[in-house]
């Protein structure tokens, strides 16, 4: 399959607000995790999260629109717009009918749904926004994107748990593969620190509970995890056809080449032990690439921070790498932000792309002692390394599994 390139970023994270910030704060090993303050947490076993504060500071959406629609929204329409703009594209001057919309998320906007549900019980019906059917379900981002752009070609909404918006880049690319859309805003966004949200992430028993020291709470791949941490955000790009990206004179800042996707069918929660079908979807990808086991050069770790996610995690890459693994630099980045769950695929690999593009692995917070030898874990400080192939894993409850391959971008391409 053909493919495709990513000109444009649009990064919405507790990192920062924008791919130079994102990355400024990634490469300097900086936590952003921290006790939840936007309402009482104090309850919760898990009450810490990467949060974004200043989200009004670079949104020009009017107050208007901002009473119908969900935080999730807002950050999504917040990072389309700093990708197109990044990927210098004025929507106008496009057919509507041939851009597309393919966003992941896994849970929808609670914030939105919780307030007027709690109104709905005290006032009754007559309390409930006519809104409210509109702002919460996991495509309303998708929604308000093609609205606010006025966007009419084929689009998509993927809810495969963490999963999501890896698959709906891998959804993506293959449709523009098939000539269907000439550009695609493709990532995820999610928005889970709110109070019934984060009751559903703490049922799921795989949160830390390391309230006290959030900074040192996320730890993937450690002897001392003891679950992840959540995070909210946003991450979308522009993607195209390299032969469209080269006629407008586009910077091609990647490439998605391949892209593979598996489910282990063991458990309605948990991973199957033995990272098999996770090294199945990673071999789909690799050959959907066409690229070796010795072309990657950085793998961007699923690291949960739960034992049998590492632990599956660990022997599928060494399945599907044998010895080579001992080489290739591989590490975590959100745990410096949290696990943005349905859009954690489509940050992970923005940061990738950031790291080809400055030849630096970014680093993983907490890595004081890996939980399994025989990886090339980089640790709390970036390491210069040339990354021309990178590997991003991306998995689900009820053992899903993704895999993608992103290249070093080039306009000789």
């Given amino acids: 399959m053909d493919k495709i390139a990513v000109t444009g970023i649009g990064v919405v994270s507790p990192s920062g607000i924008g791919k130079r910030q994102l990355w400024a704060n990634i490469k300097s090993g900086r936590s952003f995790i921290k006790e939840i303050t936007r309402f009482d947490a104090s309850k919760y076993p898990s009450r810490i999260a990467g949060q974004i504060d200043d989200l009004e500071k670079y949104s020009t959406i009017s107050e208007r629109l901002l009473k119908k629609i ?34 992941g998320n896994a849970i929808g906007g609670w914030l939105y749904a919780e307030t007027e549900l709690r109104d709905m019980y005290i006032e009754g019906r007559e309390g409930v926004s006519p ?4 702002a919460w379900f996991p495509a309303a981002p998708q929604g308000q994107v093609s609205i606010y752009y006025g966007i009419k070609g084929f689009s998509k909404t993927v809810v495969a748990d963490r999963a999501s918006s890896l698959m709906a880049l891998g959804y993506a690319r293959k449709v523009l593969a098939k000539n269907k859309l000439n550009m695609i805003l493709g990532g995820g966004m999610e928005a889970p620190v709110t109070p019934y949200a984060l009751l559903c992430c703490n049922t799921y028993g795989a949160l830390s ?21 959540i995070g909210e955000g946003s991450g979308i790009v522009v993607m195209e056809s390299i032969e469209r990206a080269k006629k407008r004179q586009a910077n091609i800042l990647a490439l998605i080449s391949g892209y593979g996707t598996t489910c282990d069918g063991v458990d309605r929660i948990n991973s199957a032990k033995d990272g098999k079908e996770l090294a ?14 010795n072309e990657i050069n950085y793998i ?23 010895s ?7 590490s975590c ?7 943005l769950l349905g859009a954690s695929g489509a940050l992970d690999m923005i940061i990738a792309i950031q790291a080809m593009e400055h030849a630096l692995v970014p680093p993983t917070l907490n890595l004081d002692e890996p939980a399994s030898n025989g990886l090339n874990y980089i640790g709390k400080q970036a390491k210069e390394h040339t990354i021309r192939k990178a ?7 009820g053992g899903i599994n993704s895999a993608l391959v992103v290249e070093k971008g080039s306009n000789n391409a």
């Fill in 70 to 103: 969900d935080a999730f929204s807002h950050m999504a329409l917040i990072a389309s717009e700093l990708a197109l703009q990044d990927a210098g594209i004025d929507i106008k001057n496009e057919d509507p009918s041939l851009v597309g919309i393919f966003l």
């Fill in 131 to 134: 809104y409210m059917a509109s």
């Fill in 209 to 229: 509970k390391d309230n006290s020291h959030p900074q040192e709470a996320y730890r993937p791949h450690d002897k001392k995890r003891n679950g992840f941490v």
């Fill in 280 to 293: 199945r979807a990673i071999n789909i990808a690799l050959v959907d690439a066409k690229a070796n086991i």
């Fill in 300 to 322: 961007s770790l699923d690291g949960l921070a739960v034992d049998i996610w590492d632990n599956s995690e660990v022997l599928a890459l060494k399945e599907v790498f044998g």
């Fill in 324 to 330: 080579r693994i001992k080489e290739i630099p591989v």
């Fill in 333 to 339: 980045p959100k745990s410096m932000f949290g696990n």
């Fill in 391 to 397: 590997l991003i894993i991306s998995r689900g409850r």
